[in-house]
């Protein structure tokens, strides 16, 4: 029972110091500005096999440094199908950050990351082969937000995933 409990408390504990994390946020593609990307992409439709586009694409030269958005650990840094290479970041307040179509990635499992540290280069891997260079920037949240929630497609899921247009210049 008491193993129990000091379980229980460390685990709260580790909960709560996700959330208060202080969250400071960078533009993840050196140099780029709010103008890089397109305000009004984040959940559009449709949007190939994903039905809706839960992310935004910054724009950029091909080998730009791709930073990380967030303070946080590496949680992979691999290649996958439609991504192509990506990162996944889980940074302050429970938020993934999610990084894709990037042409090289510099990190590795478990390693901890500053906001605004080098994390890889912008590309076009995955399914954004032959379009321009851009990174895929999604932000989900495991916990979930009900009341982001809409009646829009796949509009529950905006419960996990923050618009990271919105997120950025909080
Ligand atoms: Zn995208």
């Known amino acids: 029972m008491k193993l129990l409990k000091s379980v229980f408390l460390s685990l709260l504990f580790v909960f709560f110091i996700g959330i208060?994390?202080?969250q400071s946020l960078h533009i993840p593609v050196k140099g780029a500005s709010v103008h890089?990307?397109?305000h009004n992409t984040f959940w559009y439709e449709p949007w190939g096999t994903s039905g809706v586009h839960k992310g935004i694409d910054i724009f950029g030269k091909k080998g730009t440094d791709v930073l990380s958005a967030s303070s946080g650990v590496v949680l992979f840094a691999g290649q996958v199908s439609k991504g192509g290479k990506v990162v996944a970041i889980l940074?302050?307040?429970?938020r993934i950050h999610y990084y894709a179509h990037l042409q090289s990635y510099a990190v590795?499992?478990?390693?901890?990351l500053k906001s605004g540290e080098l994390m890889g280069t912008l590309g076009d891997t995955g399914n954004a082969k032959g379009k321009p260079a851009h990174v895929h920037y999604s932000i989900l949240s495991l916990i979930p937000l009900p009341w982001l929630a809409t009646l829009e497609t796949q509009g529950w899921k905006k419960m996990?995933?923050?618009?990271?247009s919105k997120v950025l210049v909080e």
Do not use: I, S, V
């Open 160 to 164: 996990f995933y923050l618009d990271p």
């Open 91 to 94: 940074g302050p307040k429970w």
């Open 20 to 22: 208060l994390l202080p």
């Open 108 to 112: 590795h499992q478990g390693q901890w």
């Open 36 to 38: 890089d990307w397109h």
